[in-house]
């Protein structure tokens, strides 16, 4: 993995960048900031990004290329769409990352390092800043859940389908009792039969 720093004339933003969602969030003074404090990082596949279990500080904008996210060894999800954030709780969670992040391809991604922002733009004096920055992850955290709700209702239906069927098709394989009426009744033996057997005895 390669990392470089993110070089650019104050104001002459790239376009492509510009269309960036997380970065489109801040006004052109502001996102001057925001990229003062960015890395450009090109990644070979199998990279690791961010490690489970570390601490680190920087917000990751997807530029091309795509990453597995993985808990314990197991892909969870994908993110292959670019301008796609991750990393982004970072910002609110100092806490260790609860998942890895690997590069499946060749990735090129910008690394916004949030506490080299805080030093450069102390929260208490730029208050209208870290709103648009807040509001910017409460929208991405906001999209998420909805996405992971859709998963679960679908998921949950088929278990409960799933349950329905395998419930038929064991009733079907039951035997079925055979009713008292159709079962074959024991011989009776006539009553002079059984009187030539008591006199014999």
């Known amino acids: 993995m390669k990392e470089f720093a993110f070089i650019h004339d ?25 990229l003062d ?25 997807l530029l091309s290329g795509t990453v597995d996210v993985c808990k314990g060894g197991k892909v969870l999800t994908s993110i292959s769409r670019a301008g796609e954030v991750f990393g982004e709780l970072a910002v609110v969670n100092e806490d260790r990352r609860s998942a890895s992040v690997v590069a499946n391809t060749k990735v090129v991604c910008l690394a916004v390092d949030q506490k080299f922002l805080q030093d450069i733009k102390p ?4 208050p209208a800043f870290y709103a648009a920055l807040y509001e ?6 906001a999209g998420r859940l909805e996405i992971t709700s859709r998963k679960l209702a ?6 409960r389908e799933l349950k329905e069927a395998l419930a ?17 009744a024991k011989p009776r033996v006539p009553a002079k039969r059984k009187a030539l057997r008591a006199r014999k005895r």
């Not at 960015?38 to 917000?59: F, K, M, N, T, W």
């Not at 929260?123 to 730029?126: Q, T």
């Not at 910017?136 to 955290?141: L, Q």
């Open 154 to 159: 679908v998921a949950e239906k088929e278990i």
């Open 37 to 61: 404090s960015s890395s450009y990082l090109q990644c070979e596949p199998g990279d690791v990004i961010i490690e489970e279990g570390a601490i680190d500080s920087r917000i990751y904008i």
């Open 168 to 184: 038929a098709a064991s009733g079907a394989s039951k035997p079925r009792s055979t009713p008292a009426a159709t079962r074959k």
């Open 136 to 141: 910017f992850i409460a929208r991405v955290t």
């Open 123 to 126: 929260r208490d004096e730029h």
């Open 10 to 34: 104050h104001g002459a933003v790239p376009d492509a960048l510009r269309s960036v969602p997380f970065l489109g969030s801040f006004n052109d003074d502001q996102l001057d900031d925001v």
